[in-house]
């Protein structure tokens, strides 16, 4: 079952659809990406810890860290990425950084 998110919103400012399951949201994946042409994949909110949907090309996985409490990017390419679409869509300017206290990668201001 899928809901229009109380707390999540997209780059549009529009309220995300939101899925118990990663299974539902598989589910609302398959259905757009057949019908619609789409290209979607789930993935787990950290903001809400409900599922959303994502196009593929803009999805750079990542988790909290759970020492410094910011998101941690596996490798520094997905970081990278992050940054190249925030500075897309925000004119955000961000440098990728080594995290101190894990393995992975953070992103901060120039």
């Given at each position: 079952m899928?809901?229009k998110?109380?707390?999540?919103?997209g780059?549009?400012?529009?309220?995300?659809?939101e899925?118990?399951?990663?299974?539902?949201?598989?589910?609302?994946?398959?259905?757009a990406?057949?019908?619609y042409g789409a290209?979607?994949?789930?993935?787990?909110?950290h903001t809400?810890?409900l599922?959303?949907l994502s196009?593929?090309?803009?999805?750079?996985?990542?988790i909290?860290?759970g020492?410094c409490?910011?998101?941690?990017y596996?490798t520094?390419?997905?970081?990278?990425?992050?940054?190249?679409?925030?500075?897309?869509?925000?004119?955000?300017?961000?440098?990728?950084?080594?995290?101190p206290?894990?393995?992975?990668?953070h992103?901060?201001?120039k």
């Amino acid at each position: 079952m899928s809901f229009k998110s109380a707390t999540c919103s997209g780059r549009t400012g529009e309220p995300l659809t939101e899925y118990n399951s990663e299974y539902e949201a598989q589910q609302g994946a398959d259905y757009a990406n057949i019908d619609y042409g789409a290209n979607f994949i789930p993935y787990r909110c950290h903001t809400c810890g409900l599922w959303h949907l994502s196009p593929k090309n803009r999805q750079t996985p990542s988790i909290i860290c759970g020492i410094c409490g910011k998101n941690l990017y596996k490798t520094k390419k997905d970081a990278e990425k992050r940054a190249a679409i925030l500075k897309k869509e925000q004119g955000a300017r961000l440098r990728v950084y080594r995290c101190p206290c894990n393995d992975g990668w953070h992103l901060t201001k120039k």
